[in-house]
């Protein structure tokens, strides 16, 4: 059948998790066929693998939103496929199906490291890999993770709060300690997300290192009392500890290298003392050259993510490089591709989400820049001719394309076969949630079905 059906335009949107879903909603609203790519067999993106495990009632809001979008007849949903320059289709391909304009919306799949010393030592782990594994989400969760008794969390925002959340609540380890190159008054986490692990950090030694550190506050105008007032204001709310896990602060510490024993694991890090110097009215960490080792077993790196660089777009400082005249601004920021080599915009290609800008906000942020990126490129649309494209023919030869390959394309009834199957799963085990760990699995749940 014709795409058009009514349909103005066909639209490829790559990546089905929040920027993605939404962005098809606008474009279907306004009479697109979108043909929704996603790499995972689930659609939801950390909307459902990024979320922490038991925020059961916030999830589950989600994909109910997520369920009433993909149900229109205008979005075509194709899971299991990875689009990119090593993938199962590249960007060429999805012109050559049809697609008159492609919206990236990956999010920000590779990972911020530091180049220091030490990083490939066993116990050494980026946020998002130990996230994507509690979470459930293959091949991660079938991955085995080594984590010691004694870990290093390298930043203090509100990933590096979920990680000890689980490190306390469900490893239960001896001890973490949140590495900051900068202050107490520089915390990025919010009260909320500290809630479940308050109850687990020593005063003493909190106002040990507040005072350690105070020197260096004042000389910069910052109030040592108001910044400890924060991290401890929640306190009272705090939900009662499950385990005896102690949880400390290290600040003022700008990880140098990582030190391993003679197995090849890590045995502690190694930090350069900082103060902090006045940058443009906010604060920078400057070395002080005086080296220590934070006893450690195990080191989980909190420092963002970068935007996949073999995906087949031009990137500069971990994002997707994006036009610097966009011609179609929205609300002052550019979500149009550029080739800086060329110096000319990509015409048909828009970046939205965490690809247009790695790692910025949650849920909320991603729907509104979803969005924008959708109603940037319905604008260049104007200009295009309706398509005659046969989208039944299109599935087909992606199923095609696939199938040679040796994989498998999962289509919106094949994702509401695997969600019927958990929650029978769930109720079964009588729990509110229940998860398949690996792909295998999962195709299995809904082949069953």
Known sequence: MSASNGAK????????????????????????????????????GLAEYGIYRDKH??????????????????????????????????????RDLGCQ??????????????????????????????????????????????????????GVGNVMMDITHWLIREVKVADVVAVARRGPAEVKFTKKEIL???????????????????????????????????????????????????FRFEFLASPSSILGDSTGTVCGLEVEDT??????????????GSKRVIEADTVIF?????????????????????SPTPRYPMEGNSYEAFDPASGQTIEDVFVAGWSRKASDGLVGVARKDGTLGAQALMQYLAAQPATTADVDAIAADVQ???????????????WQRLEAAEHAKAAQLGVEEFKYSSNQEMLAAIDAN
Not at 400 to 414: E, F, P, Q, W
Request: glycine share 10%.
């Open 9 to 44: 335009h066909l639209i490829a949107v790559v990546g089905a998790g929040p920027a993605g879903i939404y962005a098809s909603q606008v474009l279907a609203n306004a009479g697109a066929t979108v043909l929704l790519f996603n790499r995972d067999i689930k659609p939801g």
């Open 57 to 94: 009632k916030m999830k589950e809001g989600l994909r109910r939103q997520f369920r009433e979008i993909l149900r229109s007849p205008n979005v075509h949903y194709f899971g299991n496929v990875v689009v990119g320059q090593q993938g199962d289709l590249t960007l060429d391909d999805l």
């Open 101 to 154: 304009a492609i919206l990236v919306t990956v999010g920000a799949q590779g990972t911020k490291w530091l180049g220091l010393a030490g990083e490939k030592l066993r116990g050494v782990y980026h946020a998002k890999d130990i996230v994507f594994h509690y979470n459930q989400l293959p091949p991660f969760s079938e991955e085995d993770f080594y984590i010691g008794q004694h870990v290093a969390i390298v």
């Open 196 to 246: 479940p692990v308050i109850c687990h950090i020593n005063h003493d030694l909190l106002d040990a290192e507040i005072a350690r550190v105070s020197p260096a506050m004042e000389a910069v105008g910052q109030d040592p009392a108001a910044a400890r007032q924060f991290i401890l204001s929640a306190a009272d709310k705090g939900i009662p500890p499950t385990s005896n896990t102690r």
């Open 275 to 288: 103060k902090l110097v006045p940058a443009n009215g906010d604060t920078k960490a400057r070395g002080l």
């Open 302 to 322: 909190c420092i963002g993510d970068k935007v996949d660089e073999s995906f087949g777009l031009p990137t500069e400082w971990g994002e997707f490089v994006k």
């Open 400 to 414: 095609r394309r696939l199938a040679v390959a040796g994989s498998r394309v999962i289509s919106k009834a094949d």
